[in-house]
């Protein structure tokens, strides 16, 4: 029987910075490569995988500005693949800690269809639990990681606080509103449309929710939906909202902050400043950037409970699943768009 | 013997608001009032203040603007007489804890001569101690306990760490500064004037300060005087200081924030903003505004510490005082010109 050597493989890599404006396809380009599968030519301690689905996360933006003022993510080089947090199948294996058709979580995965990657980041999924594989790219991945280090380590709130999130309907504000309710608090959520505020109300269990393009006026928003004033707010726009959130803080609130949306595709010299970090005195307010990278030693505890959580059906996740490694780009735009609803993943191949 | 049953006593109150620039003439009035001092007209559990000091605090000024948005101290009521951190002799006494001829602080002492004021919240000093009275003002008062929970408390910085200090030669910077060397780390300063960059260098053992007028490239300086970068910032400043303190943070840095001394004389809208909060997520910065108030079960603590460094000499502390009641418009717009040196007192009497 004939035996496949090579196999051709498509990737996205960065052709060109962005430094403003939402990426398109003169910066992400597709390119087929051929990956070897021959046992000579993989390097020990590495495994061929071919990828199977990838997590789509806004923090990408950051590296493909071009600049290293931003202080977020590291440049990614030019001509290189892309990389994600990802999940693959292993079909050939140089490392006795994994063998063929093991399935695999890496979160360093090239946005490819296959590729040739070192072992020792691999985690192993046990695909016989009643866990469908896309909740590791979100509720057991970067996303709900992201809203449990925010929730349950920074924020810390409790029950009755009032919890705000902004991009409620993204992947960290999905998981992060609904930690927040089952430690007994009130969430308000803010999305892009109307069918999103829905969402965040049905399925997520939100106690209230606004459309920020519909009411623009931020202040007028808050002083609606936190008559108590806000005691724990999780950023993940930063500007305007930010800015509007500081003139409703309650004494000690917690500002836990993931990320910053509205930052991303301006330059930093056109960004709308935020006038009133003054407020952080008077009510003694605690603003904290993370990244959960850092939080890793607690990704186990993390583990345990929102799995125990999916099981007992006591968080909901929803996915936006896109169709091949050719939709990647169009997947990754849709994060600034307000088009997507929930975690936003590719499924490369099944 | 003829004893004085009524006494005349200046005082300082608030005629009229100030939303914006540095209040005047128009916005504190001084007048005349009668204080009685005959024992039935004073209520018990009281005593009569006759007032030798009074210490001068930037944080006054968020109490003048009559506005409630800024969210830092509650507006002061017009017509009444203003009240600052003082110390004063006790010449009646209806308290069976105060005699007369003990001297007191009053965390709340109308800025005034003579005043009649409840016991509970005042405090006895030791005059027989080897401790010039001035210091109660600074090193033992507010400034010197604001610097403290700064650093000791917030801050937390280790041996070696680096660390900036805006308004550096004022009443809480310079005592901030020494904490931080007596912790053992490389401590920088900014101030407004040649002679004080230099009265940090010579007199607190800062080792490098810079004159925030002359050099007016904050990212410029700070690219200078932090080739490591900065691992804590005490802000007292706020504004484009805090805004280029985000482009040289490193990893962890913490931000405690005490005040914003470029923010209080501007209406809100009109402040610059500050554009790269981005930066917070990516080195994990934490910022946190803070009242020394909220850490009063520290007071103890930090006053065994303080006394213990001024008697071994291992903090230095400067006044500026000014003499007679007469002097405080002048003394409080001397915050904001930065022509004060150290700690600004009023003498009210000796």
Known sequence: ?????????????????????????????????????????????????????????????????????????????????????????????????????????????????????????LRKIDSTADIALPNYMSALGVPGFTAWVAIEVIGDPKPGSNVFISAAAGGVGMFAGQFAKLKGCRVVGSTGSDEKVQLLKDEFGFDEAFNYRKETDFNAALTKYFP??????????????????????????????????????????????????LNLVGKEVKMEGFLCGSFLDRFGEFLQQMETYLKEDKIKSKHEINQGIESFLDSFVSLFSSSNHGKVIVQVAT
Chains 1, 2 share one sequence.
């Open 228 to 277: 108590n004033g806000i005691d724990l707010y999780l950023d993940n726009v930063g500007g305007e909202m930010l800015e509007a959130v500081l003139n409703h803080v309650n004494k000690g609130a917690r500002i836990p902050i993931s990320g910053m949306m509205s930052q991303y595709n301006t330059i930093p010299s056109e960004r709308k400043g935020v006038k009133n970090l």
């Open 1 to 121: 029987m004939a035996v496949a050597t090579v196999v051709e493989s498509k990737e996205w890599y960065l052709a060109a910075y962005a430094p403003e404006n939402v990426p398109n396809s003169d910066h992400l380009k597709l390119r087929t490569v051929n990956v070897s599968l021959q046992h000579d030519s993989i390097p020990d301690q590495h495994v061929v995988l071919q990828v199977l689905l990838i997590s789509v996360d806004p923090y990408l933006r950051s590296m493909i500005t071009g600049r290293v003022g931003d202080l977020y993510m590291p440049p990614h080089p030019l001509n290189k693949v892309m990389t994600e947090f990802g999940m693959g199948r292993v079909i050939r294996s140089k490392s006795s800690d994994f063998s063929e058709s093991d399935i695999v979580i890496y979160p360093f995965c090239p946005v490819a269809e296959y590729c040739v990657i070192p072992s020792n980041f």
